[in-house]
């Protein structure tokens, strides 16, 4: 039988203290991190984009062209040289990216 030495007591005691301690951590989450979620649009042409209703803005296409929305549900309107390519309701999950191909 192993008997315990004074050292080996105190390294047991120490391992212990740190097992308790580290079971009451806490750590914060911010709630705001994944409200975001991106489109790419792949198109030959410029496209005038609203996203549920808001005010346009200029959308090409290209793969390292992302546009951040907010996650979630949207209704997204495209119209490349004033006719309407895109009507849509979509669902994009938080750091997630929603792909249109209006080629």
């Known amino acids: 039988m192993m008997k315990f030495t004074s050292l080996s007591k105190f390294i047991a005691g120490i391992l212990a203290s740190l097992a308790l301690v580290g079971c009451s951590y806490k750590t914060s989450v911010d709630s705001n991190a994944g409200d975001f979620a991106y489109l790419k649009f792949i198109t030959k042409s410029t496209l005038d984009v609203s996203v549920d209703g808001a005010e346009s803005f200029k959308a090409s296409g290209g793969n390292y062209r992302l546009y951040k ?6 209704h997204v309107k495209a119209y490349a040289n004033g ?7 979509i669902y994009v999950g938080a750091n997630s990216t929603y792909t249109f191909d209006v080629r």
Do not use: A, T
Not at 83 to 89: A, G, P, S, T
């Open 69 to 74: 929305i907010k996650s979630g549900k949207s």
């Open 83 to 89: 006719e309407l390519v895109i009507d849509k309701d």
